[in-house]
Every structure is written in C-alpha cells, then in structure tokens.
C-alpha cells in the first residue's frame, strides 16, 4: 500500500523520511532474510544505485542491509563464430547482410561496400548466433587467438535485426607467450539477450602483426527471473512520431508500447541518452503492439527514453500505453530487531548504507521475508524530458556573467577617475 508521497521533509534515518513504506513479514526463526524488491520500491528508487532503500525495525532503528544477486544459477551456451568480411578500408559502422539457408540459419555474414580493393577482403569481426539464449547475459568466454605482446581491445555489441547494435562489454586482451591466451573472459554485466545475435570485433593502438582469431565462444547466462513489471502512463506526445519521458531511477530491463486504439501496430525505435546535448542510442527496435513482446532494453539506466514512431508510418494519434520492465533486484537484512519490520524506499540524495554479503552471513539458503502490498494501485505517471532545461541554463549563466562584465566595467572606470574631488576651504594648505 502506497502510504507517503515523494521526498518527505524528514531525516533519512526515519521511515517517514521516504516516499513508500511498506511492512516486512520475515520467515520464522531466521536471523538473515533475503527479500525481493516489489515493483512499487522499484518505481519509487531516486537514485539510480537504490542507495534509497532501507529497512526499520519497530524502533525505527537502521537495519543491517547487502544487496543481494538476483539470478539463481548459470548455464553455458556453446556459439560459433561466423566471419565479418569487407574491405581494408570499410568501417563497421556499415550495414551488415547475412545469408541464412533454407533453416533460417546464419551461414555467411559480409559487411556491404564498395569493391574490394587490390588487397582482398579482411575480417572485420566475428558474428556469433545467441537467438536461442533468453535472459541476463554474464560473461563471454572467447576461444582467440591474439598477436604476441600486443594489446587488442575488444568489444561486444547485441542486435535483433542486425542493423541496430547495443554496446554490452568491452575489454582490452594481452597475450604474453606463444602459450593459448589463459583468459579471454569479458563481463556482459547481466545484459538482456531476447533474439539476439552477437558481435564481437577488434582494434589495436597500433597496425596488426598478426590475425586476430576467434574460432567460437561460451556465453555464460543466468536464470532469467523475467522483469518485474508496472503499468505507466506517458506524457503528452511531442509531435506524432515522438514520445520522450524521463526514466525512473531503477535499471529499465524492458519497455512494452502498446499504441492507442485505432492506431494499430506501430515500427517503431527506443532510444536513451542522459543529457540534451548527448547523441541518441539505440536501445531497440521493432513493432509496437499489444500481443508483441515487450523490447529488451538491457537493463540501461539512460535519462531520457525516446519512442520514436516511423516517419513513414502514421505514427501516434494518442499517447500509447506502457508497461515498463525493471531489472530484479533483491536485498538481504539482518532480522535480529525487534518486529515489525518496514522496509522504505524514495528519497533523492540517500547515502549509501549497503554493507556486504560476508558481514550479514548470507548463505544461498537465505530465508526469503515478504512484503505486504507491495503492487502498484495505480498507474506510474513518468514526467516529459524537458529538452530546453540545459539551453535554459546557459543563457540564465551568460546572463549573470554578462552583468558581471559590466559591474567590473564600472568599477574600472570609477577608479580611473580617482574617486570624488574634494573642495578646499580658504586658508588651508595648498589653497590659492
């Protein structure tokens, strides 16, 4: 049950000092629980870290909390590697093709260019087939082969449709010896793969001595718990093919848009950035609709989320209705206070109190507490991304600047003058 509104004038070390509390029912006779956030905590975060989480006793004391790894096991996905042809000259910017057989499998992949040059083609990376792996995505252990004492930075990037990347890991490989490379392990970071194909391509500081190889790799995923999900409502539409909000503080895991009746499906494209200023990602990409999937948008933390509609289409009559997916998250606390517990969440600016896992004594077989009414009543109203924000800061600064050119002017110009003249009377020194 929602029982505050957002950002109270209380202390931080109160419940009341939150914009949600909500009541804590541990399992019987365990001194450390593990709780899952319910949506209503997750909407309500204002801090992208959920530093604004906690947990009281009945003496509205602090409770010891750690936060706690959502993901209940692994499991390895063997992938192989498919090459990414082009020419010397062609950037991977360009627009990949892929030829699939009869099965819909992925055989060859090419990068489109002009003619190749006098010097053949080169490999531009390596595409790696993980539509069959739904779910956060960990780690990718690559089978390379790297050129010896010469450091090669490599990334990793997601798409659907092969057209569209998102960033999900990156790192730079150093091989010492002619010995194997001993760890070629990049952090995906829990990245949500729903479909996905893989890329996987290189740079280095300096020309290649040797090829870079990579012959396949092991994509180590967890047990997708799926998102944990809240009706939205979105603000009043930009023009007909654009909706842009600000994002709730929580990692957005997934965004479904289902367009207003009479609209019908919809192509459309998500898109995030944190600043006004900053260039738009994508995020994903496809059709909008109320029997379609939500779009996986990896857990991304971006400010501003954009709904851009085709501009070959209709576009949007209304504002479509969203379902916006949070990545789980769980926490762990000491339940050695005196009961009931609250567990209070939303205030903009809450310092960090998590400790670690190994102080609390958690064990996988944590105890898991309850929360009681922990749903959305009601639809989570998101605010318009005020694009103009930052242009109106800089001209209130040149404003204030400007008039402290002017008063420094003055103050010039009043000193150069010598100050006021001072009148003498008769008969005092230096008069006539």
Do not use: C
């Not at 204002?46 to 499991?75: C, K, M, Q, W, Y």
């Amino acid at each position: 049950m929602l029982l505050a509104s957002a950002d109270p004038a209380a202390s931080d070390r109160e419940p009341s000092g939150y914009a949600i509390r909500f009541r804590v029912v541990p399992a019987p006779g365990a001194g450390v629980q593990r709780l899952e956030l319910p949506a209503a905590v997750l909407a309500a975060l204002r801090n992208r870290d959920g530093t604004d989480i906690r947990v009281f006793d009945a003496r509205n004391r602090l409770v010891p909390i750690a936060r706690h790894s959502p993901v209940a096991r692994e499991s390895q996905h063997q992938l192989s590697a498919l090459p990414l042809l082009g020419s010397p000259q062609t950037r991977m910017g360009a627009r990949v093709s892929v030829r699939l057989d009869e099965r819909g499998q992925a055989r060859i992949a090419e990068v489109e260019s002009g003619p190749a040059t006098p010097g053949g083609t080169t490999m531009l990376g390596v595409l790696l087939d993980a539509r069959a792996v739904v779910g956060p995505a960990e780690q990718l252990d690559l089978d390379a082969e790297l050129p010896i004492g010469q450091p090669v930075h490599l990334t990793i990037e997601a798409s659907r449709d092969l057209d569209s990347w998102r960033p999900l890991g990156e790192r730079v490989l150093y091989r010492s010896s002619a010995a194997r490379l001993a760890d070629a392990r990049i952090g995906l970071g829990s990245a949500g793969l729903d479909g996905d194909y893989l890329r996987v391509t290189w740079r280095a500081t300096s020309p290649l001595i040797a090829p870079v190889t990579i012959k396949g790799a092991i994509l180590v995923s967890g047990a997708s718990h799926g998102a944990v999900t809240v009706p939205a409502r979105a603000p009043t539409l930009k023009e007909g093919h654009t909706l842009d909000f600000l994002a709730p503080a929580a990692p957005l895991a997934s965004l479904k848009v289902i367009p207003a009746s009479g609209d019908g499906p919809t192509p459309v494209r998500i898109l995030g950035r944190d600043q006004a200023e900053q260039p738009w990602i994508v995020l994903a990409k496809g059709i909008a609709a109320a029997d379609r999937t939500p779009f996986a948008t990896g857990a991304t933390t971006r400010r501003i989320i954009r709904i851009e509609a085709d501009d070959r289409g209709s576009g949007f009559s209304a504002p479509p209705a969203l379902e916006i997916g949070f990545a789980p998250q769980a926490i762990a606390f000491a339940a050695s206070g005196i009961g009931p517990f609250t567990m209070a969440a939303g205030r903009a600016g809450a310092r960090d109190v998590f400790t670690d896992l190994g102080t609390l004594g958690v064990t996988a077989a944590a105890a898991s507490a309850r929360v009681e009414g922990g749903g959305l009543t009601t639809a989570l109203v998101l605010s318009a991304a005020d694009e103009n924000g930052p242009a109106r800061l800089r001209t209130v600064l040149w404003t204030v600047l400007g008039g402290a050119v002017i008063l420094l002017g003055a103050l010039a110009w009043k000193a150069s003058r010598g100050g006021p003249e001072v009148k003498r009377q008769p008969g005092t020194p230096g008069s006539a």
